[in-house]
DNA sequence: TCGGCTATTGAACCAAAGTACAGTCCGCCG
DNA sequence: CGGCGGACTGTACTTTGGTTCAATAGCCGA
């Protein structure tokens, strides 16, 4: 499986290296000299700020490999308009060795890779088109895991306030905020309140 | 990375047994005897005429690992509703061991396996969906108040990550990411990062 | 009655976040 | 040209967040 990379500037990243030692980097005025015939991937890096347009014409010409976009800002938004162009999937220009490696495998043998939060996102609203299940069941697993003060808590903190705002509107010390959100953290395996508010907020991460 | 498959009867299938060498086929009653701690990945098959029900809630009391669901008769409703039911993927029973490792591969690292017809069915289906929706939520008035290096920050931020790890990612220093935010809140006249995480993930506070 | 869960709080501690006061370099615009 | 804003970095500092040791007290089911 040969690797192609396309980016404005001839800029091999560590982590590119590593999941696909025998890439070549190219850059876009370069297309043409790609040969047709082996097994491979076309990646094409989309830095911030530029126009998705302009990347994939920019490759019109080469020949019909699958096409994976290296996204420096990526969003759902983004990932779709990128399969919709034709492109077999869509990542994170920075994404770890190991999940490169895994895109590289799943789109080498025809298939398409949709980042976690779009396929989350597309399952959800498929489902709720057929108008099965309510949305609000997944949105509140993690409130089925905490007890009732540390949803309090836990919306307190979501929605922005410091431990010492949640303690003075649940009239207890901070002391105790802490300890309820130590126990929140436990119960939903987080890092810290940022990641709370990512999940109590229902952020696709 | 350990397999346990499960099974009205204890019958382990050629392909399984070359894709999966180390499994170990269990009964539906040998449930609790699933060690927890180590990483590895619940499989369970539906044969034909059997209600998922049935079989999702025979193995309710195994260790949280993630399930893959086999399908003698898949069809993308079955996908879906065991997607919704919070396995993390579904694929035919006679499956190829090709196929069996990269479903693995991928609910292994935390990914969701969805089918190729499926998937290209979601994308089709929604994307004019999910397009009108990202547009309208797009609510780029906090981005049209900073700088696009800002807009950067201020998106990995709002995402749960650390200074330490938006610095990585921009490939700048700490100091430099903490001068960023420290412009964005005077901006956007915010306290803190949980505040920006509000704002740019569209919390009705 | 006893063990387990929840709620509460304290002291002390370390790490992360944020501020204050600097500076350099670059491109743009009048 | 010189001023302005953006990007970037440094040192030093304060504040907040989060953890690790505790402890007390109430409720509830076995």
Redesign the pocket.
């Given at each position: 499986m040969q690797h192609w990379i396309f980016d404005r500037e001839a800029e091999m990243l560590a982590s590119w290296q590593e999941a696909m030692p025998t890439a070549r980097i190219l850059s876009r005025s370069e297309v043409s000299n790609i040969p047709g015939g082996e097994p491979g991937i076309l990646w094409c890096r989309l830095r911030s700020g530029e126009a998705m347009d302009d990347v994939l014409s920019a490759i019109h010409g080469a020949p019909r490999y699958p096409l994976v976009l290296f996204c420096d800002e990526p969003s759902d938004a983004i990932v779709m308009k990128a399969l919709e162009a034709g492109a077999a999937g869509c990542c994170n220009t920075h994404a770890a060795p190991e999940v490169l490696r895994q895109v590289a495998l799943v789109v080498g043998n025809g298939g398409l890779w949709v980042g976690q939060s779009l396929l989350r996102q597309l399952v959800g609203s498929t489902a709720r088109t057929l108008g099965q299940r309510s949305r609000e069941e997944k949105r509140d697993d993690w409130a089925q895991l905490?007890?009732?003060?540390?949803?309090?808590?836990a919306r307190l903190?979501a929605g922005g306030?410091?431990?010492?705002?949640v303690?003075s509107q649940?009239?207890?010390?901070?002391?105790?905020?802490?300890?309820?959100?130590?126990?929140i953290?436990?119960k939903l395996s987080l890092?810290?309140?940022?990641?709370?508010s990512v999940r109590v907020n229902g952020l696709t991460v």
């Open positions: 905490l007890s009732e003060r540390e949803v309090q808590v903190v306030a410091s431990n010492k705002e303690a649940l009239s207890i010390t901070e002391r105790t905020v802490k300890a309820h959100l130590g126990a953290f436990e890092r810290d309140r940022l990641q709370l």
